[in-house]
């Protein structure tokens, strides 16, 4: 299966970047023995709309834009069922198993994703009750996405 992230709001260089880039990487070398493959990453700038529902719409239609069709939608949202890294990793395996093919996870901007989403959305989850700025999301997605390969691989790297 193919996982993509959808982030509005683009990474400057620096260490916020070269952490979620190790963990990217790490899930990419690993990923595919298991089934499960970085397909892209998709930044997006934030829409420059006068006010938040529209700047949330403009950037909804860019998600549906890079999304591929029939795919998984997993949308990140601070009101979302809060899972651990074993559940996480289940779902992602309960997807993979079920045959979908594509996947993306979505990181909405500072207005947060447009209702229609959450409609068309497979799963809404959280990092946690907090929120959080999206630089620190990209980290601690793909780092759960590393851990979820380690899970459902067996590696220790996830400690219970």
Known sequence: MRIGLFAVGRL????????????????AKA????????????????????????????????????????????LLDERGKALDSEAFAALLGTFRDQGKRDLTIAIGGADGLDPFLYDRADATICLGKMTWPHQLVRILIAEQLYRAVTILSGHPYHRV
């Open 12 to 27: 400057k260089t620096g260490p916020e970047k070269d952490l979620a880039a190790r963990y990217l990487d790490r899930f």
């Open 31 to 74: 990923g595919p023995a298991i089934g499960l493959e970085l397909a892209r990453m998709t930044e997006v700038a934030e829409s420059r709309a006068s006010n938040g529902e529209t700047r949330k719409r403009e950037e909804a239609v860019l998600l549906q834009k890079a999304h591929p069709d029939g795919g998984i939608l997993i």
